[in-house]
Every structure is written in structure tokens, then in C-alpha cells.
């Protein structure tokens, strides 16, 4: 008689099967196309507790299973001050899914909420220091965060239209502030889409977002500049289904003898500067 599967264990095979062309495949596609792991490489997980973290925390344990490349692995959790309904939901989803995390606590939630103006980016800055400390002191040289395929075309428009910019999200990064220290999105190829349909398939629920005001606010992001891109998005798939794709190859296709200006290292740059010489 076949022993049923424990939750895990179902939602392990949902990736490797059901779901390998749409999670598994593009995770392992960015990770050799980025290089994003090499042998040796001791990687934090850093896991908030939402669908994407969560999946990526799953993912990299497989990854670290299966994979070629050696690598060994640690499952962070920052308590920035969740409520207890949110730090239990995370820890419950952790042993559901068996990711020994280690948690540790900090007041970011409460520094943050203290300011009066652009909370949510001190909040983002304290909670990334935090992360790169805590993984430094425990060995790790890279921390994994949990970015994915439409967060790169959409923070590409947000700069496009709000930030007056041409400006996209790297798949990995060195740390400016902790020397030695690298960032990388093994999501990044990975589309939303498919990190909900997963979700949803093992059943899974997790809590909204890293944010504090999920406790008041059951549709973290409603109303922000970033849901108005998702939803221009979505109205653009109507017409385009390739949209979102051809926005993604875009940023790895820059012609930047066609801009104008362009800023490199800090630096800017004008067509202006080699115009002449050009001839």
C-alpha cells in the first residue's frame, strides 16, 4: 500500500513535475545564464514569509538536492516586528514545508513607521543591512532574495514613468556595503503567474507581504504606483500576449548607441561626448 505524502513531499513533486517547466526550468536556466552560484558558495535564503520567498527558500534546497554545483545553504528569517498572527503563519509554513530557518529580530517596522516621509524605502534599505550582516556573521558570501520575472519588467516601467529613468533590476549584485558580500534573484526568469498557480495547487496560504500594514490591508500594494503598472499590464496583454516577455529581452538588449545619455558608475554620460569622432 503507497504511503500518502506529506504536505512537503507533494509540494516538492509538484515542482520537479507538475510545475518543472515553469518553476523548475527557468530557476536553473538563471542560475547558469547569471552564474549565479559558484562551487564553495555559502548562500542565505532570506525568506519574509510570502509566496515568492517562500517558494525561492524550497527552491534553493532543491536546487542544493539536485543540483551540480555544491553549495551549502541557510534559511534566514529577519522578524522586522511582524504580529504574532504573521510570525506564526511564517514559522507554520517553515515546518510545513521543512526549511530550518533561523529567525532573528529587529525594530525595523517600528524606525521606519516612526519617519514621516518614504517609510517603505528606509524600511527596505534597514531590512537589506540587516540581511547582509546576519548572513555575513553566519559564514554566508551571498544572500538570495526573492525577486522574480515581473518584478524586473515592472520596476523597469515604474523607472520609466515615474523615475524619469531607464533603469532595471540586476540578477545579482555585489554589496556595496559589506565588502565580499553578493546578492542574487534565482527567481528571476520566473514568472508570477506561476508562483501563484503553485501556491495554490499544494493549497499553501501565506501572509500578503513583508510589510506591517498587512495587518490592516489584506491587498498589500492596492492603490501603489506598482499595482498601476500591473494593472497596465495586464490591460497590454489583451492586445500583446508577448508583451511582458518582449519588455524582459528589451533590458538585455540596450543599444546604447541610440540613447541620448546614459549614466555608468555613477557617471553620466552624452551622445554628445564621442558625437564628433564618430564621423
Not at 515604474?158 to 529613468?165: E, K, R, V
Request: aromatic share 8%; glycine share 6%; proline share 4%.
Amino acid at each position: 500500500m503507497q504511503r500518502e505524502m506529506t504536505p512537503c513531499q507533494r509540494a516538492e513533486q509538484s515542482i520537479t513535475k507538475k510545475f518543472r517547466r515553469d518553476l523548475w526550468t527557468p530557476l536553473t536556466q538563471a542560475v547558469r545564464r547569471y552564474q549565479l552560484i559558484q562551487p564553495g558558495d555559502k548562500i542565505a535564503a532570506c525568506i519574509s514569509g510570502g509566496k515568492d520567498s517562500m517558494l525561492m527558500g524550497k527552491l534553493m534546497q532543491l536546487l542544493q538536492r539536485y543540483g551540480d554545483v555544491p553549495f551549502e545553504l541557510a534559511f534566514l528569517v529577519m522578524d522586522p516586528g511582524y504580529n504574532e498572527a504573521n510570525r506564526r503563519k511564517i514559522e507554520d509554513n517553515a515546518a510545513l514545508l521543512e526549511l530550518p530557518i533561523t529567525v532573528f529580530e529587529t525594530d525595523v517596522f517600528a524606525v521606519a513607521n516612526s519617519v514621516g516621509k518614504s517609510p517603505c524605502y528606509l524600511c527596505a534599505r534597514m531590512r537589506r543591512g540587516y540581511l547582509y550582516s546576519r548572513a555575513q556573521s553566519l559564514g554566508c558570501n551571498k544572500i538570495a532574495l526573492g525577486h522574480h520575472f515581473n518584478d524586473v519588467i515592472e520596476t523597469t516601467l515604474l523607472g520609466m514613468f515615474y523615475g524619469s529613468q531607464i533603469q532595471a533590476m540586476l540578477p545579482k549584485l555585489h554589496s556595496t556595503n559589506f565588502p565580499g558580500m553578493e546578492l542574487i534573484r534565482p527567481l528571476y526568469c520566473i514568472r508570477e503567474d506561476s508562483i501563484l498557480a503553485w501556491r495554490d495547487y499544494n493549497a499553501l496560504e501565506f501572509i500578503q507581504c513583508a510589510c506591517r500594514f498587512t495587518e490592516n490591508n489584506a491587498a498589500c500594494g492596492g492603490g501603489s504606483k506598482r499595482q498601476e503598472i500591473k494593472d497596465l499590464l495586464r490591460q497590454l496583454k489583451k492586445d500583446n500576449p508577448n508583451i511582458e516577455k518582449s519588455i524582459f529581452n528589451s533590458i538585455h538588449a540596450v543599444h546604447l548607441d541610440t540613447m541620448p545619455g546614459y549614466k555608468t558608475h555613477g557617471v553620466e554620460h552624452s551622445f554628445l561626448d564621442g558625437y564628433d569622432r564618430a564621423e
